[in-house]
């Protein structure tokens, strides 16, 4: 089946910890997202990448780091340095970054708690 | 920066009704697309409609980009229909980020 995946579905994490949240798709796209979802908000992006070694940061990526050595797989790690981690963590994926092909779609999510 | 906002809030249906959800936005756009978010937190895209229309069963969509707006019909409401609906929009030339509205939350009882 063609799609995106994320894991782990939850993850919990002490303060002080890094944590790294995996995304996959399988449906050949040039561009992935990273999302972050606050309780009753909207979604605001944290990073994205046109292409294999190459990604720029969204409007809130202090905190994170990501990476996109293959196509497929956009890693997204919460760093200790995120004072603010708590949220709900969703990865997109769209054929292209600009234009005709550019409409996201989304994985199942991560549910990232801090104790 | 861009805002998109989503009218109503918050609407209770009886299993049967039609509703129409509103998207405001304040700027030109490349994309708009409407989302369901389900209990479970998973997005479904069920629209990617920067201008006109589109349907899908019981779901339509109108997006009026030279007004800045787009609606959503639901029409004969079921049960499963229950969630949040977002609409989220790239602004022209200003990156590639979906703008997101904070969604219409949709109850549909039986």
């Known amino acids: 089946d063609g799609g995106i995946t994320q894991s782990p579905k939850y993850l919990f994490r002490k303060e002080g910890q890094n944590v790294t949240l995996s995304c996959e798709q399988n449906?050949?796209?040039?561009?992935m997202y990273w999302y972050r979802q606050d309780p009753g908000q909207g979604l605001r992006l944290i990073y994205y990448s046109q292409i294999v070694n190459d990604f720029q940061k969204g409007d809130i990526a202090e905190g994170y780091s990501v990476s996109r050595e293959k196509k497929e797989s956009f890693p997204l790690t919460v760093t200790s340095a995120q004072k603010n981690p708590t949220a709900f963590y969703l990865c997109?994926?769209?054929?292209?970054?600009?234009?005709?092909?550019?409409?996201?779609?989304f994985g199942p999510g991560t549910r990232l708690t801090v104790l | 920066g861009i805002q998109v906002e989503q009218s109503p809030p918050d609407l209770i249906l009886q299993e049967g009704a039609n509703s129409t959800l509103r998207c405001n936005f304040s700027d030109s756009v490349n994309n708009l697309q409407w989302f369901h978010q389900n209990p479970w937190g998973q997005l479904i895209n069920l629209f990617y409609?920067?201008?006109g229309t589109k349907q899908n069963g019981r779901l339509s969509a109108t997006t009026v980009a030279t007004e800045r707006y787009s609606l959503l019909y639901i029409s004969s409401s079921q049960t499963t229909d229950s969630g949040v609906y977002f609409c989220a929009v790239v602004i022209r030339d200003s990156g590639y980020a979906l703008n997101f509205g904070k969604g219409t939350s949709l109850l549909v009882t039986p």
């Open positions: 409609i920067p201008s």
């Open positions: 449906l050949n796209h040039d561009a």
């Open positions: 997109a994926s769209s054929p292209r970054l600009r234009g005709r092909g550019d409409e996201q779609f």
